[in-house]
Structure formats: structure tokens, C-alpha cells
């Protein structure tokens, strides 16, 4: 029965029922390549596509990386959608396409209606200020969306932030927050790469950066830090690539660690 209606439907939509095998199939052999991708580098089988070189610029290695992690590069992709497209749209509708209908169907009225004229200017200035209202208000969902897209949008936003060539008042405003008001990222996440990157220089066998340590667990993690220092590093600081620590080194200095964010 189920051969047969495959079958009937094969028949009947023939090309919906080739889009939807084409997209099965693409789904499935990404998923593949990046699964392969992920076993090879938890069994740090391939340094080439497991890892992207920390100690110099590679583009051939960062390709061949990003090559292996197809669906990664597909979320990637719908995280920024989903978080600028709504804003793109919202503003195209109150700022661009608004304005043009409703200027289009208020001109005859306009023309016609010769007196009334302070009537008008009110008109206009509680028009300013909703205006004023919505642009502040899409400056802040802006400034949120840049901030939870990472680093590299953060950066976008900053060079923003100094242009007021291109963008408005209220927007340059929103936008300066992100050169001094970014929220740090996780504590976990910054003593992941802390202890890791003491592993690498602590660890003879580590000696190649390219080869990064897989170290599984909080306590391993834990162990590793405080072999270096007296106690766990507290956050000081945090900005838009990274965020400072400061903990004391077993030698009893003083020292401060910058960890950069994931991107």
C-alpha cells in the first residue's frame, strides 16, 4: 500500500516529488560530511580539518575546515537570518513602504485642503515623534541583535557607531553602547580555552598548536588552571573580541589573561 501511494504521487507531482528527494538527499550527505568531520577531529585522526591554526593565518586550512561543516555553515547562515531579517523587514515597512502609500493616498487630500494649516503642523509633529519612537526602538532591537550574533557583528556595529554618514542620530547613539557596554560571554567557556592553551605551552606533547588538547570535564579543566595559578582567574573586564582575567601565577605574580570570545 505505501509502495503503491509513493508510487500515485510520484505520478502525479512529479516535480515536487524530485525536490523533495534532491533535499532529503543534500540534507543527508551534509549531515554525513560533517559528521565524518567530527569523528576525525575527536580522534584527532585529521589535524587539517579537525582544528583552524591559532599560531598564523591559513586561508587553505580555514576552508578546508569550514568545507567539512556544511550544517554548521547552514545554522550559521539561519542564526543571522533570524535575527536581522525580521528588523530589515520591519524597517522597510515603516520607513520605506509606509511612508510612500500613505504620502501616495494623502496628496490629493493635501492639495484640496488648502486651510487647517495648524491642524497640520500638529499632524506633523506627533508623526515626528512616533517616528522618533520607532527608530529608537529598532536602534535597541539593532544594538541586541549585533550582540547576540558575536564578535564579528559587534565589530560591524562599532565602525557603525563612527559613521554618521550613514546612519541616522539615533542609531549612532544605540550603536556607541557596543564600543563600552558589551556583555561578557560564559565563565565556563573562557576557562575552556584558558585551560586548554595551558595545556599547549605546560605540555611537551603539546607543543604543536595546531594539535589542541581535548580536555573532557570540568574537573580536568579546574586541575589544569590551578596548576598554574593560586586560585580560579575573576573576571576584570570584557569587550567585543575578548574579555580580561586576572588570577595570581604560582611564581606569586600578579598576572592578567585576555581569552577571546568564539566567534
Known sequence: MIAQALRSTIRRRPISSLAATTSITAVGYANYIEYNAIAKANDNNDTLSSTIPRSHYDPNAIA?????????????????????????????????????????????????????????????????????????ELSQKLRSSLTR??????????????????????????????????PPFEDEIAMKVLAEELSLT??????????????NGKEARTATILNAFEEMPQLVASASLGQVYKATLRSNNDDSSTIKGAN
Open 64 to 136: 578546508h575546515y569550514w568545507e567539512q561543516r556544511p550544517i554548521s555553515i547552514a545554522k550559521r547562515i539561519l542564526n543571522v537570518a533570524y535575527e536581522l531579517g525580521p528588523l530589515a523587514g520591519e524597517y522597510l515597512m515603516e520607513f520605506q513602504i509606509r511612508p510612500w502609500v500613505c504620502g501616495s493616498l494623502m496628496n490629493d487630500v493635501v492639495a484640496d485642503n488648502d486651510g487647517d494649516n495648524d491642524d497640520d503642523d500638529d499632524a506633523t509633529e506627533e508623526e515626528q515623534r512616533k517616528k522618533l519612537e520607532l527608530e529608537t
Open 149 to 182: 550574533l558575536g564578535p564579528t557583528f559587534v565589530k560591524v556595529g562599532q565602525q557603525l557607531s563612527i559613521r554618521p554618514d550613514l546612519v541616522s542620530p539615533v542609531v549612532l547613539h544605540e550603536l556607541q553602547r557596543l564600543c563600552d557596554a558589551v
Open 202 to 215: 605546560m605540555g611537551d606533547d603539546h607543543a604543536d598548536t595546531t594539535n589542541k588538547p581535548k580536555l
